[in-house]
């Protein structure tokens, strides 16, 4: 597919088959977010493929709407705090960016496969934490399924007009 016509097909999904996904895809997918750029190219990040097939309840600790629990995987995109790029003039950890960035590289290869996500982030931490067996200094920061859409229909984008997102030179 080409890139303009991925980035607006690409949606957010909240209904998924519960058709396992083939490895080579589920590769290809994680392999696209590994090559994601990140700060100093440090990689502070893990994922954890998590299969929602008898997990349901832990699952609905972290996150509990069913649609997070139709598709046959679940990722978790998790920040290595300790890994993380640090800026020294105001310590701003650049982690969070990191983990957008390769999300964002994985939901845009999921989607050039015929597959569905849907960026989760308001999601119990704590839960998280428990339920994946997290260590101190790790931090989860981005949950998705990853499955096939049951709908294969997209809403309509809603996104400001691009003179009200740009300005050139000064704010």
């Avoid at 800026?87 to 957008?100: F, I, L």
């Amino acid at each position: 597919m080409e890139f303009f016509e991925l980035i607006t097909k690409r949606y957010s999904v909240r209904s998924y088959t519960s058709t396992p996904i083939e490895d080579e895809k589920l590769q290809r997918v994680l392999e696209a977010a590994r090559m994601a750029p990140s700060a100093a190219n440090r990689q502070p990040l893990q994922m954890i493929v998590i299969h929602t097939e008898g997990r349901e309840e832990a699952l609905k600790r972290i996150y509990n709407r069913e649609w997070f629990l139709q598709a046959p995987l679940v990722i978790a995109v998790c920040g290595v705090l300790g890994e993380a790029w640090v800026r020294h003039s105001d310590e701003k950890c650049y982690v969070d960016v990191d983990a957008a960035i390769l999300t964002d590289h994985l939901t845009l290869a999921a989607a050039d496969f015929g597959l569905g996500t849907c960026w989760t982030a308001a999601f119990d931490p704590e839960a998280a934490r428990e339920v994946l067996g997290l260590p101190e200094g790790v931090e989860p920061i981005i949950f998705t399924p990853l499955g096939y859409p049951a709908d294969q229909e997209s809403w309509p984008k809603r996104r400001k007009e691009l003179a009200e997102l740009v300005r050139y030179e000064r704010w």
